[in-house]
């Protein structure tokens, strides 16, 4: 089993008793994050049209 923490309210337990299950499950995961990927890029795009504004690319 793996456990990945992501931030302090995502965890992900993975399961699987031999390594091709888990580099299966893991393959699942990365489908995941294209996805979350394609959509909060989105989003993005709507927000601010015209990029970014200035001073507020970078998260502290």
């Not at 990945?4 to 893991?26: F, N, T």
């Not at 994050?33 to 989105?42: H, K, L, P, Q």
């Amino acid at each position: 089993m793996i456990t990945l923490h992501l931030g302090p309210m995502v965890k992900i337990d993975i399961e699987g008793s031999s390594c091709p299950e888990i580099a299966e499950a893991l393959a699942g995961f990365e489908r995941l994050n294209e996805t979350v990927d394609s959509m909060f890029s989105d989003l993005a795009r709507r927000v601010f049209p015209d990029g970014v504004p200035t001073g507020e690319g970078e998260a502290s």
